[in-house]
Structure formats: C-alpha cells, structure tokens
C-alpha cells in the first residue's frame, strides 16, 4: 500500500460546485496534504482554495478528520489517514 | 460611445452601463455574490473591453475574475497573486486591493499584506517584485486602519519601467528600473502619528492619482494633508490647507484638465462628511483655490467615500463618479456643477471604476 489507506472524501457543495467536482470521493492517499493534491490534479486551483503558500488551512475552511476538525491543528496538513477514514472539507459556518 | 461604471462592494461586484445621454443606467450583477469586491478595472481603448475584478472570498481566497465581453460573463483567473511558499517573512496573501493595467498590457495587483505582483500573460501566472515585497525595512512596516495593504499602483504611462505605489501606513515607494530596485518617496509628506511628523517612511498615503497628459504630476491624498509632485513623487509640497478637512481617502485627477483635481474631505475623528453634509471639494489650479461641489449632493449624511470609490469617465464632459459606504452612487455629467444619483442600497462601496466602450 506504500503508506496509503483507502478513505472517503465528502466534499461541501460549494466547493464542488466550484471546482466541478463530485461531491463523495473515494481515493488512496496518506496524509491530508496528498488528498487535497489529488483533487487539485482532478481540479486545478483546489489546492489553493484550500490553503494558503504557508501552508495553512484558510481561515474559513474546515478539514474534519473521523470528525475531528484539524484545521487549526499545527502541520495539519501532514496529519496522517488511516484505512476508512472519512474526511470532510467545509466551509465554515461564521457570523452571527 | 458607451459608458461602463464598474462598482465593487462588500456583496459583490455591479456594473452600470449607461445611456448615450448618460442620463439613464441599466445594472448588472450582482457578480462573484456574496464576496468581498475591492476592485474592478477595465482595459481602454477596445470596443469589447476586457475587464479584471479583484475578489475576496471566504471560501477560496482572494482571487482575480476577467471578463471578455464587457463584464455580461466572468471567469476565475487560472493563478492569483501568491507569495512564494515558504517566503522568508512567511507571508501569505489575505486580500486583493487594487488592480491597474498598463499600456503594455501587464496586470498588476497590490495586495494585502502589503506586496505588488504582475501578470504578463493575462493572469496565467503572475510574478512578485521581491525587492518590494521583502524590502530590507519589511519588518518595520506597521498597518493603517484598513491592514497593512498596497492600494495604490501608478505606471509613468511614457516610461514604463517607473513605477509608483502606495502602502498604509509606509507611504509612497518608486522604482526606476521595472521594479528591480525599490526606495522611499515620501519627502514633506506628514505623519502626524508618528513622533517624527517628516520619517522617510511611515506615512499613511491614501491614494494618489495623475492625468496622463501630465504624468509627472502626481497627487496626493494623505492621512492629512493633500499633495502635489511635479516630478512624479520625487518631493511633495502640501496644497490642501484650505479645505474643511485635510483627511479623506480618494483623489481623483480630471483626465482633460491637469490642474483640476477633486477630493472627498470627512473628518478623520469620525470619518464622515465635515457637518454631516456630504461634499466634494475641486480644485482648478493644482491646489491653489478650492471650491465646494455639493448641489444634489445630501446634506444630512453620515457615511464615507472609500479610496478606491471615485472615478472620471473620460467624456465630454468628464463624468465624475462616487460610490459611497451607504451604497449610494452619485455623479456629475455637468462640470461638477450638480449631483444626481445613479444606485442606492448596493452594499458598502469599495471601489467605483469607468470604462469607455
């Protein structure tokens, strides 16, 4: 398996109708960082949407994984993905 | 000849494409809805514009649109504006402030924080002025009100290699030489804030702008005080003492008339119109004389015109727009003498923008 795990992707609806992308994905992946670069190989710009050139996860962005939001977690993007694992990205729900 | 006035605003961008007589307006929009719009340009001088949007949006960061068909449909720009990943000062850009194209066709934006980016090849791909935007001084670099963001974009329109921009709170930089090399142009600008009222840099420039028959000319709105440079920033004299207030945030140079020039004073305790009475000021001889325009203006407001909110259209006679934090649009098709208003209750103004076509 070369350190990737089978796992789910349900992606929000604004983000998949952005990027044309379907909204359940199954894919191998390890870590978030190889998820979100392969929906950026499927759909050109998702990375950046997603995070900014330091690295972090924009600041209305959530990335749940087994439903834990990591967001805000330091190197977040390298948190590792287990087989069957679920991952959510969101967009936050802010304001008032 | 058609007049388009582009309007950006905190839900999105608007576009206003006028009658003949310019009398009448149909709208359009609202596009990229929803999203922060701090600003909307166009290209002069084609029948079918093409027209760029600076757009803030929560959900995918802030991102360039262009329009190929005057603004009817919009594409997202394939890149944005990005600094490298891991830069020295690990920056990453938070908002697009302002977007200027020049005669060669470059795009340019100035971005919060405070950077100055380009795109030669229609915003395909875009590339940073480093010795700007990792300028030796960065770290002392201190945010105006707004952040700390690059609003202002001049390109001398003869001599393309010189550039000038503006930053809250760092004031006006130049480069002679295409962006290589970067110094402060700040000379006899105040900083009233600061315990230093002259520094070589600090100041909280608020928007400049030329009339491109006379570029060397440059001027000024400060946070305090309205300038003039007769030699395209290299020393600035003051020629605002006379209006009601020396604060406000747009400046507009008439674009057939060098000398003339409009500003929107508020008082910078409370941002609003001196006496709650909304007013454009103009002047016709570089500063010299000022003259209140404010018939058909309303006289009870309390609201603001942003930096980026003031726009000339270019025709005879010159169009003169404002888009105000109310969401009310007003201008002037008669030499400034009266105001009519073209759109209220859009969202908070940020940007007011013309376009001949």
Same mark, same amino acid.
């Given at each position: 398996m070369d350190g990737k795990s089978k796992i789910k992707v349900f992606v929000a609806s604004i983000f998949a109708k952005e990027f044309k992308l379907s909204r359940e994905l199954t894919m191998e992946v390890g870590t978030v960082e190889d998820l979100v670069s392969n929906i950026e190989n499927m759909a050109s710009g998702f990375r950046d949407? =997603?995070?900014?050139? @330091?690295? @972090?996860?924009?600041?209305?962005? $959530?990335?749940?994984?087994?439903?834990? $939001? =990591?967001?805000?977690?330091?190197?977040?993007?390298? @948190?590792?993905?287990?087989?069957?694992?679920?991952?959510?990205?969101?967009?936050?729900?802010?304001?008032? | 000849m058609t007049v388009l006035v582009l309007v950006g605003t905190a839900k999105g961008g608007f576009i206003f494409e006028g009658s003949p007589s310019r009398r009448s307006w149909k709208?359009?929009?609202?596009?990229?809805?929803?999203?922060?719009?701090?600003?909307?340009?166009?290209?002069?001088?084609?029948?079918?514009?093409?027209? +760029?949007?600076?757009?803030?949006?929560? *959900?995918?960061?802030?991102?360039?649109?262009?329009? !190929?068909?005057?603004?009817? *449909?919009?594409?997202?720009?394939?890149?944005?504006?990005?600094?490298? !990943?891991?830069?020295?000062?690990?920056?990453s850009v938070k908002r697009i402030w302002n977007l200027q194209v020049d005669r060669g066709k470059r795009l340019y934006a100035g971005v919060e924080p405070a950077a100055l980016f380009v795109s030669e090849d229609d915003s395909n791909t875009w590339e940073g002025f480093d010795s700007l935007n990792f300028h030796q001084t960065r770290k002392e670099w201190q945010p105006g009100n707004g952040g700390l963001c690059l609003h202002t974009i001049i390109v001398h329109p003869n001599q393309g290699k010189k550039i000038r921009v503006g930053i809250s709170a760092v004031g006006v930089l130049g480069s002679d030489d295409g962006g290589e090399k970067w110094r402060f142009m700040n000379k006899n600008i105040r900083a009233d804030f600061l315990p230093e009222k002259y520094p070589e840099y600090g100041q909280c420039v608020h928007k400049i702008d030329f009339n491109p028959s006379r570029p060397d000319a440059l001027f000024l709105q400060n946070h305090g005080?309205? +300038?003039?440079?007769?030699?395209?920033?290299?020393?600035?004299?003051?020629?605002?003492?006379?209006?009601?207030s020396d604060f406000g945030f747009p400046i507009g140079a008439h674009p057939h008339e060098p000398d003339k020039?409009?500003?929107?004073?508020? !008082?910078?305790?409370?941002?609003?119109?001196?006496?709650?009475?909304?007013?454009?000021?103009?002047?016709?001889?570089?500063?010299?004389?000022?003259? !209140?325009?404010?018939?058909?203006?309303p006289q009870r407001s309390y609201f603001n015109v942003l930096r980026e909110a003031?726009?000339?259209?270019?025709?005879?006679?010159?169009?003169? +727009?404002?888009?105000?934090?109310?969401?009310?649009?007003? +201008?002037?098709?008669?030499?400034?003498?009266?105001?009519?208003?073209?759109?209220?209750?859009?969202?908070?103004?940020?940007?007011?923008?013309?376009?001949?076509?």
């Open positions: 949407s =997603i995070y900014d050139e @330091t690295g @972090t996860i924009r600041p209305y962005v $959530n990335v749940f994984v087994d439903g834990a $939001n =990591i967001s805000s977690r330091e190197d977040a993007l390298n @948190t590792p993905l287990k087989d069957g694992d679920s991952v959510y990205i969101f967009p936050s729900v802010a304001g008032g | 709208m359009r929009g609202p596009f990229f809805e929803g999203f922060d719009t701090y600003d909307m340009i166009g290209e002069e001088g084609d029948e079918r514009p093409a027209l +760029y949007a600076g757009v803030n949006t929560w *959900t995918w960061g802030p991102v360039i649109y262009k329009s !190929k068909d005057s603004g009817h *449909t919009w594409r997202k720009a394939k890149n944005h504006p990005r600094f490298p !990943k891991k830069n020295p000062h690990q920056l005080g309205v +300038y003039l440079s007769k030699n395209f920033g290299e020393n600035w004299q003051e020629i605002g003492r006379s209006l009601p020039v409009y500003v929107v004073p508020v !008082k910078g305790e409370t941002r609003y119109p001196p006496n709650g009475e909304f007013q454009l000021w103009v002047s016709q001889d570089s500063g010299k004389r000022w003259f !209140k325009s404010s018939r058909g203006l003031m726009a000339m259209d270019g025709e005879e006679p010159c169009g003169i +727009y404002v888009g105000c934090t109310n969401g009310q649009v007003f +201008y002037s098709i008669d030499d400034d003498k009266s105001w009519q208003k073209m759109a209220e209750n859009l969202p908070r103004i940020y940007s007011v923008s013309c376009v001949n076509t």
